[in-house]
């Protein structure tokens, strides 16, 4: 009987051993990492977060003006990734696989790169080499694209901090008058090529090529990079991968 109870007891102190042990899980291998630094953290407001942001086609049908920060108003728009901002201006972003992104967020590759529909004197035509989905892309002739990096809040950006592009300028104040590069991020369901432009007819000049377009996609996400001429109002969007930072603007 003793040698019962010592093996009941011994039972019991194993049981609770393991109870109160701990056991620390592996951390989660991130997807689609991007980590990046703000060039000018000094200027940004503290503390705040830095989201990469898509825009559904609906946000701009209220809209009066072009996809301008300062014209942006709430509603549909998706938070990709979050991050907090570190206070040396650093952050990390998962974009995940890409799984749970919505439909209405997504277009097919032959009609994704698009001006918002304000430009109504702006037509776009591309032509892909697969019927795959991709993820929705604004573009402005001589200016930013869209997904945007948003700092603060993305419920209501009129409480926004301001965005976050990456790019070969120092700075962005004064705002730039010659060419510059930006990169961007865009899903694919599949690999694809997309090719075209887009054409600015206002009826009074000759019809001038305004956006133009030459992409390789992979299945997956996508760095995407662009040239920007803002004297001319053009955008050229690419492959062509440059050395930048990431430079912040008090865009609201």
Not at 155 to 164: N, Q
Not at 171 to 193: F, L, Q
Not at 197 to 209: E, I, S
Request: aromatic letters at 8%.
């Amino acid at each position: 009987m003793r040698s019962l109870r010592l093996f009941v007891m011994a039972a019991a102190v194993l049981a609770v051993a393991a109870c109160n042990s701990t056991t620390t899980p592996p951390p989660e291998t991130p997807d689609f990492p991007v980590s990046g630094k703000l060039l000018n953290a000094g200027d940004v407001p503290m503390p705040t977060t830095v989201s990469l942001v898509a825009i559904h086609p609906d946000q701009y049908t209220m809209m009066s003006s072009g996809l301008d920060p300062l014209s942006i108003v709430y509603g549909n728009f998706l938070a990709i990734a979050t991050s907090p901002v570190a206070a040396n201006g650093s952050f990390e972003w998962d974009l995940g696989d890409g799984s749970d992104i919505p439909a209405g967020y997504m277009a097919p590759a032959s009609q994704a790169l698009r001006v918002p529909p304000v430009f109504a004197d702006i037509t776009c035509s591309t032509t892909a080499s697969a019927a795959v989905s991709i993820m929705r892309s604004f573009i402005q002739p001589g200016s930013l694209m869209a997904p945007l990096a948003v700092l603060g809040p993305v419920s209501d950006l009129t409480y926004a901090d301001g965005l976050a592009i990456y790019t070969d300028l120092s700075s962005y104040d004064p705002a730039p008058t010659e060419p510059y590069h930006v990169k961007n991020w865009i899903y694919s369901e599949g690999d694809v090529t997309i090719t075209g432009g887009c054409d600015l007819d206002n009826g009074v000049d000759p019809v001038t090529q305004v956006v133009s377009i030459d992409l390789d996609l992979v299945e997956g996400w996508n760095e995407v990079y662009a040239v920007a001429d803002p004297d001319a109002g053009t955008l050229d969007v690419n492959n062509e991968a440059f050395e930048g930072a990431w430079l912040y603007i008090d865009a609201f």
